[in-house]
């Protein structure tokens, strides 16, 4: 097989599966984007999981707790599922703690209040089933197959966020303005989550010939606007974007200009939580060591016994 039969298999729709001959550099590609994405599967359930202890009821500390836990259960899958690529766990943790490897930016904000609970569920996770929509069709077997699961529970996650924004938003004046400022606090983080703009994407006519991406970074942004504004506009909340607008020839709604030296800068390590998000997962690494210790040694046992 060389790369011209490659790209005749990704041409003809067909799916490669971990066995399969793969060009060096789609495989480094893949470890690169999937694992990029399990780390913001495990970073992502930081912000969130602080307010498990504060839920301001036991509904909703039950409808968080499972939100986390399945964050956690995404970052599973989609770890396995980057090793298929033989690459091993140890190594990608590596990579995360070292700053080698990147997650998504916006986790490294700060959650003040409990609306920021609901901004997440509705505006990040709703960003992310978007972007995730456009994967169950990736031509990579394994990211396929977890992609497609994830995405099933992203949609509750999605629904979920928006219920906690819209019961603020009917309540008193108080809880409406915390739902607002949460809003206020998300919206631009989220137009992030797809990348930069197509002309500054670096990776995407690689990813997209290879059938990886199916779609560009702007073109799933604009379908993120078309579908929450409105929804924002249903329950009375408004974007803090001055330059919001409807546009008449084409029916999009259309973000005003996205502040990509903060991006940059958040990216680089001085958002406000960056040090704070690295040193959680650090200590989780270590305190979690005996049980990888316990794991193997277990594991050892039973092939000691099979022999
Ligand atoms: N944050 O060439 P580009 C979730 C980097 S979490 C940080 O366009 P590509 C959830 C990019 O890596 C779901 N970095 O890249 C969890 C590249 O740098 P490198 C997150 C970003 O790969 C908990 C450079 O910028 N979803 O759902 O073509 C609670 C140039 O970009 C970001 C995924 O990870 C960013 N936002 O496109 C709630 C989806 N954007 O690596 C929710 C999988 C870009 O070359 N990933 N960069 O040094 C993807 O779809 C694509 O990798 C991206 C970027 C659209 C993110």
């Known amino acids: 097989m060389d790369d011209t039969q490659f790209e005749a298999r990704i041409e003809a729709g067909e799916s490669i599966e971990p066995k399969d001959w793969m060009p060096e550099r789609y495989r480094k590609q893949l470890i690169r984007m999937m694992s990029q994405h399990a780390h913001s ?21 039950i409808g968080l707790l499972s939100k986390v836990q399945d964050e956690g259960g995404h970052g599973l899958y989609l770890y396995a599922a980057t090793e298929t690529l033989g690459v091993s766990r140890d190594e990608l943790i590596e990579a995360l703690l070292d700053g080698s490897a990147k997650y998504s930016a916006m986790f ?31 031509s990579y077997g394994p990211y396929k197959r977890a992609m497609i699961r994830i995405c099933k529970e992203e949609n509750a996650h999605q629904r979920q966020g928006y219920e906690i924004v819209t019961t603020l938003a009917r309540g008193t004046e108080t809880q409406r303005r915390m ?34 991406k199916r779609k560009s970074n702007d073109e799933l942004r604009q379908w993120f606007m078309n579908r929450v ?8 909340i408004e974007f803090p974007d001055p330059g919001l607008h409807y546009d008449e020839t084409s029916g999009d709604w259309r973000h005003g200009p996205i502040d990509w030296d903060e991006f940059r800068r958040v990216l680089a390590g001085s958002g406000p939580c960056n040090r704070d998000r690295i040193e959680a997962r650090r200590s989780a690494h270590e305190d979690g060591a005996w049980v990888r210790e316990a794991a193997a040694a277990y594991e050892a046992k039973r092939r000691e016994r099979a022999a």
């Open 179 to 212: 739902a607002q400022e949460a809003v206020d606090r998300w919206y631009w983080p989220a137009l992030t989550l797809f990348g930069p703009h197509d002309a500054d994407s670096k990776n995407s006519d690689e990813l997209t010939r290879w059938g990886i």
């Open 41 to 61: 599967e495990v970073v992502g359930m930081l912000p969130e999981g602080n307010w498990i202890t504060r839920a301001p009821s036991l509904r909703r500390k």
């Open 229 to 236: 504004v409105p929804q924002a506009k249903a329950i009375g």
């Open 108 to 138: 490294n904000y700060p959650t003040p209040s409990w609306a920021d609970i609901g901004a997440i569920g509705w505006l990040i996770d709703g960003a992310a089933i978007v972007n995730q929509t456009m994967l169950t069709d990736c």
